[in-house]
């Protein structure tokens, strides 16, 4: 999921509170709702998780969500046929157990009994009912083709009938999901936002509404009090929750502070009991004033560049190879992201499930020798000394820790020949820009892993990305590759043809990856039971507050 999260500069603030209702009277409100839906209130008071996000919450449509911060938030409100633990590690959701097929194919889940927060039956048939939609082209669902392993989604994705996709309820409490091939890494998907039941009455009732706070029902542990799009949330613990018994925060409040700076000051206010990101230019600093409150792990996420390889210079692997070799990847790192980031070697960054990741041209080469093929590269293709002057203008979303990125690869590409400008807006503004397929030069984009697979990182290269292949790669044998690899039930062939096509796509440079994420989460003492875990998962349902805190 996108995250991530020139010289001309926009900075979008955190949004105000709007002036018509003020903090205290949310305040009361919240309190109020969470007193009256506890049927066993855990405290005698309600407490109170402050969880701030850097970035900005577009929606919480389940289907339309894109955003590593948007999963945060629905992560609370929606739970799956899966979902993680605190650790990590999928556990069983709204199924209590699931069967698969000898083939791989066939996939049968039973269904737990359950209510949606406005009062209504979870059935199985909730899940078909999201399923067809997410397939839907009216629903305009951007992951959706995450889940074209399942029989009948392309055609449905394409305008045929979502009605014969290869899932089905039986009965309530039984939902079967029929597989056009095995797909490995299927469970996992299956704990995705995008994966999410729905219930069909309340969507029919409110329609492009239904995603509203007063309208949305969710069967998550938190229901939805108040949402401002792209300000804050309230969420209130749901009593309807099977597990509600052992969720043990009452009201959680999401502030989306697109500014570090000034998460990093309300954390250490006191205004927030957790931020998950943190300006790095100066991570020791950071690190000696603030103690075990700063938590820095290895996080599978790729920050990197897209190139709009539809138009020149940009469609000319030659160019695109030349600014990925210019980049110093060990300054990026080091002298700009201050050790919260690692130079990426490859697209896939390592440590999903025993894949070895390609590594890219610019791996191996000294300094001198890099620049020396850039330079070549560019004289190749008629840029440089003695040919055409070459400009580039790179789009990204405004941050300061992005800013101070994109000035250091403006000054890489200097040392070749090469002019950039940049131009920064706010995260919602500059994602949307880059899935509405209008021309561009250069974009930063970045991608978190979703599920612990090397194809959650390769798709967005190919085909079945839809709006999300911000390059607009097309590479025959890239697509080949792919498509034998997503046939391929034997392991470590599988990951052979995986890594074939990274190299594939490494040497034509329709994308530049620069830095491996580390996750930097800043985390007050009275949190209790934040685990850090390899995917970056932490569901309010896990934490608890420290007594007297």
């Known amino acids: 999921m996108l995250a991530v999260d020139r010289f001309v500069i926009v900075i979008e603030m955190a949004l105000p509170m709007p002036t018509s209702i003020s903090r205290a009277a949310i305040a009361a409100a919240v309190f109020a709702a969470a007193f009256a839906a506890c049927a066993a209130p855990v405290s005698a008071a309600p407490s109170e998780f402050r969880r701030g996000l850097a970035g900005t919450i577009a929606t919480l449509d389940p289907q339309k969500a894109t955003t590593f911060v948007e999963a945060s938030a629905l992560g609370d409100l929606f739970e799956g046929l899966v979902t993680f633990d605190a650790r990590g590690a999928l556990i069983p959701g709204a199924a209590t157990s699931w069967t698969v097929s000898p083939d791989g194919l066939t996939y049968t ?126 969420l209130a613990r749901d009593p309807a929750f099977h597990d509600a018994a052992h969720v043990a925060i009452d009201v959680e409040r999401i502030d989306t502070i697109e500014d570090r700076a000034q998460g990093l000051r309300r954390f250490e206010a006191g205004a927030l009991d957790a931020y998950d990101d943190a300006p790095s230019g100066d991570l020791a600093g950071l690190r000696a004033r603030l103690g075990d409150r700063l938590r820095v792990s290895p996080f599978p996420g790729t920050f990197y560049l897209a190139l709009d390889t539809r138009h020149p210079p940009f469609d000319d692997a030659r160019v695109r190879r030349a600014l990925s070799l ?121 991608w978190v892993s979703d599920y612990p697979d090397a194809q959650d990182f390769l798709f967005l290269l190919g085909k079945d990305a839809g709006p999300l292949d911000y390059s607009h790669y097309a590479d025959p044998v890239f697509e080949d590759l792919m498509a034998r690899a997503a046939r391929e039930t034997v392991p470590a062939a599988r990951f052979a043809l995986l890594r074939a096509a990274e190299t594939k796509a490494l040497a034509d440079g329709p994308v530049i990856p620069l830095l491996d994420y580390r996750s930097i989460d800043l985390v007050s003492p009275r949190v209790v039971g934040w685990i850090d875990n390899p995917l970056g998962k932490h569901l309010t349902r896990w934490l608890r507050l420290a007594p007297g805190s």
């Open 109 to 234: 889940f039973a269904v737990r009994e359950g209510r949606w927060s406005n009062g209504d039956p979870l059935r199985a048939g909730d899940f078909v009912f999201a399923f067809r939609r997410l397939f839907s082209p009216a629903t305009g669902a951007p992951t959706a083709g995450l889940f074209d392993a399942i029989l009948g989604a392309r055609a449905a994705m394409k305008g045929g009938d979502p009605a014969k996709i290869g899932v089905a309820a039986p009965d309530d409490r039984t939902l079967t999901i029929r597989l056009a091939r095995p797909t490995p890494y299927f469970l996992a998907l299956l704990a995705l936002p995008a994966a999410s039941p729905l219930d069909p009455a309340q969507v029919a009732r409110d329609g492009a509404d239904f995603a509203r706070a007063g309208n949305l029902a969710t069967d998550g542990a938190y229901r939805l009090v108040d949402f401002a799009p792209n300000g804050a949330i309230t």
């Open 326 to 446: 210019a980049v110093d990847r060990g300054t990026l790192a080091r002298k700009v992201w201050g050790g919260a980031m690692a130079p990426a070697t490859g697209f896939v960054p390592p440590g999903l499930g025993g894949y070895a990741p390609a590594q890219g041209p610019w791996i191996g080469p000294s300094p001198a020798a890099r620049i020396a093929e850039a330079r070549r590269l560019l004289h190749a293709a008629g840029y440089g000394e003695g040919g055409k002057p070459l400009t580039v203008e790179i789009r990204c979303n405004a941050s300061e820790n992005n800013r101070a990125t994109m000035v250091q690869i403006a000054a890489d590409w200097a040392r070749v020949g090469v002019g950039a400008s940049v131009r920064m807006s706010d995260l919602k503004s500059h994602f949307a820009f880059l899935r509405s397929g209008a021309p561009y030069d250069v974009a930063r984009a970045g």
